[in-house]
């Protein structure tokens, strides 16, 4: 069974890879280290005039955001993916450095896979890769640059240190190294993470796995450290001095800013996150309760178990919640699930009821898998600014237009649905180009005030808008990138809507595919479907050249 085994470990790479390749863009969560990590690799790190050339280059000058982010996770990405950048081709730069961070995230589960087979046996980290594998969530995230996938590993290797009965001497050594990555994951990604921090460190005391004196010198050591590396980074990146995490810590818990993003029911995490990340329908109301009441997997679960509810309880108490915040709990819950999977799991030919049990466990690892992928599909449709990009890009390079430069106006939906650095500028300055290469230059602009004065439109020749109505002047609709909109059941003889004027030819994107797939899948079911409902939402408008007419579009 090694093969099966080696099977498994690779699929969580290959799994978060696939992830990547199928849903390629970004969205607006994303945009600061993805823009960071381009600019880093694009204009490097002057020495001289230092901040004159940063804020003419740097994004995030003109798109700082709600509070200042760590550079620490763009240089890494950088650093380490220019060279195989320079490789394969700046245009996959984007796909380079994402899948980067997706493989460090797959490491990490792997290392704290191969910690649950060296402590529970080869079965346990069987059910635990089996469990891993039908989460979306997990799978979906690891490559996306958001801060808390940064954090993720660390706290993943932290995790994997709790795991099993060692020695006491081994059992203090990987209590510090626990401490030492929350520490560091705290300090420069994720300023919450102090509570994880601190329900570990808090259960470690509780049942003596650790001192005081042994987890002080710990912390102060990895926190010095990750201020060493932080503040001179960041400070040096934003041009004043800063420890960004310390202004994310004062803008969300002291003055309560993130509840403009939304409020949420104390409950939310453990009604709604926590079931809908580990996916598997049984891990939540039955495998990870189990494994707590058990007598044969209480002492195995309750270290995994105990200090990430306590950080999702302590955590509820802010306002503003969203699932992506309490992914660190994902591996630790998994495996006091597989505990308990694998315990129901040898006994089956015991008793009549872990045999149900385990057929039931069989089975909820399909449905798991089976909704993983459809939840994949779904979300892939959500990033009309990244495909209307792509399309906009085929459009004016195949076109027969004499134009040498074009202005591109992109608004805001675009840009927090997939315009990205990389997308608009798909070679590096300098690099060599292909005959008659046609330059693009891109504008942001938010403001209603300018968006609403004519003259500003007459320096574009396309734009990228969600409401064609705003955009002023003659303009033509080249087409329309559709997005999800819901899921749908169509039954036979409902006629199909016409969203666009000509049918399927001016759908761009995956919207045209979701089309094919759907008038195919009716002609074998006799008219019936049910799948995504798309909707129009950005749409390619090109100005028009006098004596064109305009070409509508009609819904």
């Known amino acids: 069974m090694a093969a099966f085994d080696i099977l498994l470990s690779l699929a969580i790479p290959a799994l978060i890879l696939l992830h990547l390749l199928v849903a390629p863009y970004t969205k607006v969560e994303e945009s600061f280290n993805i823009q960071a990590t381009h600019d880093i690799i694009v204009y490097?790190?002057?020495?001289?005039?230092?901040?004159?050339?940063?804020?003419?280059?740097?994004?995030?000058?003109?798109?700082?955001?709600?509070v200042p982010r760590t550079f620490i996770g763009p240089v890494l990405l950088a650093g380490i993916g220019q060279p195989i950048i320079t490789l394969v081709g700046f245009q996959y730069a984007q796909l380079t450095v994402r899948g980067l961070l997706g493989l460090f995230n797959a490491v990490a589960l792997l290392g704290f896979k191969a910690n649950v087979e060296r402590a529970f046996g080869r079965s346990t980290a069987r059910w635990y890769a089996l469990l891993q594998l039908g989460q979306f969530h997990v799978l979906f995230y690891a490559s996306r640059t958001l801060p808390n996938m940064f954090a993720f590993a660390l706290t993943t290797f932290a995790f994997s240190q709790l795991i099993g009965q060692p020695d006491e001497k081994t059992r203090v050594w990987r209590y510090r190294l626990a401490?030492?990555?929350?520490?560091?994951?705290?300090?420069?990604?994720?300023?919450?993470?102090?509570?994880?921090?601190?329900?570990?460190?808090?259960?470690?005391l509780v049942h003596s796995h650790i001192s005081l004196r042994g987890i002080i010198p710990t912390f102060i050591v990895f926190f010095t450290m990750s201020l060493l590396l932080t503040i001179p980074i960041d400070s040096y990146f934003w041009q004043k001095p800063l420890w960004p995490e310390l202004w994310g810590f004062y803008y969300n818990a002291i003055l309560g800013s993130s509840s403009e993003w939304g409020v949420s029911p104390w409950h939310y995490y453990f009604t709604s996150a926590i079931p809908k990340v580990?996916?598997?329908?049984?891990?939540?109301?039955?495998?990870?309760?189990?494994?707590?009441?058990?007598?044969?997997?209480?002492?195995?679960?309750?270290?995994?178990?105990?200090?990430?509810?306590l950080f999702v309880a302590i955590y509820s108490l802010q306002p503003h919640k969203?699932?992506?915040?309490?992914?660190?709990?994902?591996p630790p819950l998994t495996a006091a699930a597989a505990l308990a999977a694998n315990y129901i799991f040898?006994?089956?030919?015991?008793?009549?009821?872990?045999?149900?049990?385990?057929?039931?466990?069989?089975?909820?690892?399909?449905?798991?898998?089976?909704?993983?992928?459809?939840v994949l599909v779904v979300s892939s449709l959500n990033y009309p600014g990244g495909e209307a990009l792509w399309e906009l890009r085929n459009i004016?390079?195949?076109s027969s237009s004499d134009l040498q430069t074009v202005t591109v106006h992109t608004d805001v939906l675009s840009c927090m649905t997939g315009v990205t650095l990389f997308g608009q500028h798909p070679y590096l300055p300098g690099d060599p180009r292909p005959a008659n290469e046609i330059t693009f230059n891109y504008d942001k602009t938010e403001d209603e005030g300018i968006l609403r004065t004519p003259s500003f439109?007459?320096?574009?020749?396309?734009?990228?808008?969600?409401?064609?109505?705003?955009?002023?002047?003659?303009?033509?609709?080249v087409g329309v990138v559709e997005g999800f909109a819901s899921v749908e059941l169509v039954k036979p003889n409902t006629p199909s809507k016409d969203d666009v004027e000509s049918g399927q030819d001016r759908v761009f994107g995956r919207g045209a595919l979701v089309r094919k797939v759907k008038d195919a899948t009716r002609a074998l079911t006799g008219g019936w479907w049910i799948g995504p409902r798309m909707e129009p939402k950005i749409y390619v408008l090109r100005k028009m050249r006098e004596g064109k007419a305009r070409r509508a579009v009609t819904e």
């Not at 990870?288 to 679960?301: E, M, S, V």
């Not at 385990?358 to 449905?367: K, Q």
């Open 44 to 66: 490097g790190t002057p020495t001289r005039d230092i901040y004159q050339r940063l804020s003419s280059r740097y994004d995030h000058f003109d798109f700082p955001g709600a």
């Open 179 to 204: 401490v030492g990555n929350l520490t560091m994951a705290t300090a420069v990604f994720r300023s919450e993470l102090a509570i994880l921090l601190i329900t570990v460190t808090l259960y470690g």
């Open 278 to 309: 580990l996916m598997n329908p049984l891990s939540t109301v039955a495998l990870i309760p189990y494994a707590l009441w058990n007598d044969g997997t209480r002492k195995q679960a309750q270290p995994l178990v105990i200090p990430s509810l």
């Open 322 to 330: 969203e699932a992506r915040f309490i992914f660190y709990v994902a």
């Open 346 to 374: 040898t006994r089956r030919n015991k008793s009549l009821v872990f045999l149900l049990a385990s057929v039931a466990i069989v089975g909820s690892v399909f449905v798991s898998f089976s909704l993983s992928t459809a």
């Open 396 to 398: 004016v390079t195949s």
């Open 457 to 477: 439109w007459e320096k574009f020749d396309y734009v990228l808008a969600e409401d064609p109505s705003k955009v002023i002047g003659p303009w033509e609709t």
